[in-house]
């Protein structure tokens, strides 16, 4: 129980171009999504915090207009980068915690490698 | 006095041998804290978790050791499998924040057979 699937698991862009990734718990329902972005040999960045049916509460330095995040179900939640650049290619991943359950627990996708070139 | 492990980047162990990966986390009203393990590619898995009223929690050949004073975590693999090698980050959940987790540096373990 308890997974979390992105998709795509890669995906190559040009730049100007936007690109949606999707969230899904699969087997549970999410109340909150997170998404992380992390580059090459470094640790994971939290970007954002999006609770279902709210706006998603972004941390310091990460653009809202740029990486627009949709949590319309309990079950999917959507990050789309706008107008991709080359520094925005990175490995995003997303985590999400179970309705019901202690907020303690986050269970993480597989990730999504984004290249702009 | 006591000593604080110090952060190293990369551990590299011999197979068979235990190994102590070390984290120093940054808000001491943080409540909660886990390691995971990272696998080239791929997203975060959950290890062990400790809530800062204990100081010790032990799972399956892992040990997490808590020192809320010095503000410092460690993991401890006892008996390293080729298969244990991978980045481990301690996460600390921000209190009074929501569930929100920030991660630390990670470590590099590779184990040689």
């Known amino acids: 129980g308890a997974v979390v699937s992105q998709h795509p698991s890669w995906v190559i862009c040009k730049s100007g171009t936007s690109v949606k990734i999707e969230c899904r718990s699969l087997d549970f329902q999410a109340t909150t999504m997170f998404w992380y972005r992390q580059f090459p040999k470094q640790s994971l960045m939290l970007m954002a915090t999006?609770?279902?049916?709210?706006?998603?509460?972004?941390e310091q330095g990460v653009e809202k207009d740029k990486f627009l995040i949709n949590h319309a179900s309990l079950t999917l939640s959507t990050l789309t980068v706008t107008s991709a650049h080359p520094e925005d290619s990175s490995f995003y991943i997303c985590?999400?915690?179970?309705?019901?359950?202690?907020?303690?627990?986050?269970?993480f996708g597989p990730g999504t490698r984004l290249t702009v070139t | 006095g006591e000593s604080v492990g110090l952060h190293l980047p990369t551990l590299s162990v011999q197979e068979g041998d235990n190994s102590i990966i070390n984290c120093a986390y940054s808000n001491s009203a943080s409540d909660y804290f886990i390691w995971y393990k990272q696998e080239s590619g791929k997203g975060p898995q959950f290890i062990i978790d400790i809530r800062s009223n204990m100081d010790k929690r032990q799972g399956q050949r892992v040990t997490v050791l808590l020192n809320k004073t010095v503000k410092h975590l460690s993991l401890q693999i006892a008996a390293t499998q080729p298969g244990d090698s991978a980045v481990y980050f301690c996460?600390?959940?921000?209190?009074?924040?929501?569930?929100?987790?920030?991660f630390g540096k990670g470590t590099t373990l590779s184990v040689s057979s």
């Open positions: 996460a600390e959940r921000r209190y009074q924040a929501g569930t929100a987790l920030i």
């Open positions: 999006s609770n279902e049916g709210s706006k998603a509460t972004y």
């Open positions: 985590s999400a915690s179970e309705l019901g359950k202690m907020a303690n627990e986050q269970y």
